[in-house]
C-alpha cells in the first residue's frame, strides 16, 4: 500500500465512521473503520497482551473504567485481502466483538475485553470519491451520468485496504475529516452486482442471519430434511395470524380508532377524509365458542382478500384507481376502477395495469368506494392482502382487524426486509402472478394473499 509508511500504521483509537452511497462492488462506498483498541490485519486468532491473566483471557467481560490501557495494534504489511470487505463483514466484526460472534478471517482483534463500545456514524451521500484532489463539487452528481467521463472510482487491488487521509490533499469542505478519523477504508455496497440491486446499509448493520447450532455445525453430508423452527403441521384458526394493535404503527399502518386506549382517542386526528369500519372495541370482533362451527378455519368471521392499484397524481402521492375484493370462496365481491380527485401524473401502466383510456369513462370516486366498503366491512370481518398498508392508505380507510402476509411470511433477515408476492406466490403456491406485460392484475393479486393464508391456515406453509 503506497499510501501508509511506518510512521502512520496505526488505528487513531477513538473513531469509527461509516459512510455510504448507492453503488455495487466497483464503485464502493468509502468507510472508515476505527475501533476502540487498534485492529491489526492478518492474525490467526484473538491476541492477548502478555500482562493479561488467566480470568481476563477466558472472559469476555468489559475492562473497568480504570483499567489500564493496552497497547493498540498496528496494521500488518504482509495482510492479503482478495476483495474489499462489505458491510456484512463489519456488522460480523461487531457481534464478534460483542456477542461471542464468529471470528471474522479478514482481521483480528487484540483485547478483545478491553473494547467498552463502537460508534457507527452514517453520513448518505458521502463517497469514497469525495476524498481525493481537485474535486469539484459543483459538478459532482452531474459526472456520474457522462458516459465519456472516465469513472471516479477506482479499483485496483490496492483500494481493498485502508488509506490514510491527509489534511493538504482533501477538498476544503472535508479537510476537518481528516482530524477526526486519520484512515478511509473503501467498503462494498451491499447487493447484487449481477442484477443491479442494492440492500440497505442501515438493514444490513441492524440485521444477521441466525447463527448455526452445535448439531447443524457437527453434521456432515445430505440431512434429511426437517420442519422450519415454529412450524406446526395441524389446522389454525385464521384469528391466530391477525395482526394485533402493537403491530400496526411498526409495519406503517394507520391506526383504526378501535385500536387506540378510549382516554387517547379524542386527541388522535386523522387526516380529512379518512373513514373508519364501525367498529367501537377491539373485542367487538370477539365471536362466542357456541357459534363457531367445530374445525372452522374462520372463526365464525367473513374474510376477504384486499388489493388495490394505484397511480401517481403528485410527489410521492399514490391515488386509488382500482380495488379488488375476494371472499374467503374465492367468490368477487367487488371489483371497480375509480377516478382519482386530482390529475395522473403518471399511470405507472406497468405495474398498475391502469391506462387513460380505461379512467376516462369512469366517475366513481373514492369516497363511493368507503361507502361501499363501511357496509361489507363489519366487526367480524378479517381483511387480508400483501404489504396491506398501502392499499388501505389509498383507501384512507381503517380496519383493526387484519392478516398481511408481508408479516404472516417474514423475510428470512427480518425487517425492514419484506417478501414479495410474486416471492410467496412461487414458493409456497408453485404459481407465476404479476408476469404480465400490461401490469398487476388485483383480482390475481388478491386471490394469491388468500391461498397463502389458506396455506399457513390448513396446514402451517
Known sequence: MDDLNPTHDVFNPDDFLVTTNGVLDGDAPALTDVTDPQLPLDLPKDSTSSDTTASDTGSLKRAKPHDEEEDAGAFNYNAKLQSKISLDQLRNLVLYIFAEGVSPQWVAIANRPQFRKIVAIMVPGLEEAMFKQNVDFTTYNEQCFDLDQKSRVLTSPDDYYPRLLKRDELPEILKDFADMFPHLWPVKTPGNEKYGFMRSPMGTMLTAPTEKTKEEKAAKGVQPAKEPKGWKDERTRITEFLAMPEDFQPNGYVLHPACIPAERRKNYHYAEGWAHTL??????????????????????????????????????????????????????????????????IDYVTRFS???????????????????????????????????????????????????????????????????SLKFLAQRFLKREIQNRSNGHDSIEDAKACLDLVKAKTYSGA
Open 279 to 344: 367498529v367501537d372495541n377491539f373485542e367487538d370482533g370477539n365471536v362466542p365458542e357456541e357459534e363457531i362451527q367445530q374445525g372452522s378455519i374462520t372463526a365464525g368471521r367473513d374474510v376477504y382478500a384486499l388489493d388495490c392499484e394505484m397511480c401517481v397524481t403528485g410527489p410521492d402521492e399514490y391515488s386509488l384507481t382500482r380495488i379488488s375484493l375476494v371472499s374467503w370462496d374465492g367468490t368477487v365481491i367487488l371489483d371497480e376502477l375509480v377516478k382519482p380527485d386530482k390529475p395522473i
Open 353 to 419: 395495469g391502469i391506462t387513460e383510456e380505461m379512467l376516462a369513462p369512469i366517475t366513481t370516486t373514492l369516497s363511493d368506494i368507503q361507502t361501499k366498503l363501511l357496509n361489507i366491512l363489519t366487526p367480524r370481518s378479517i381483511l387480508i392482502g400483501h404489504s396491506l398498508e398501502s392499499d388501505l392508505k389509498a383507501l384512507q380507510l381503517t380496519h383493526p382487524f387484519i392478516v398481511d402476509t408481508s408479516i404472516l411470511f417474514p423475510h428470512h433477515r427480518g425487517p425492514p426486509l419484506k417478501n
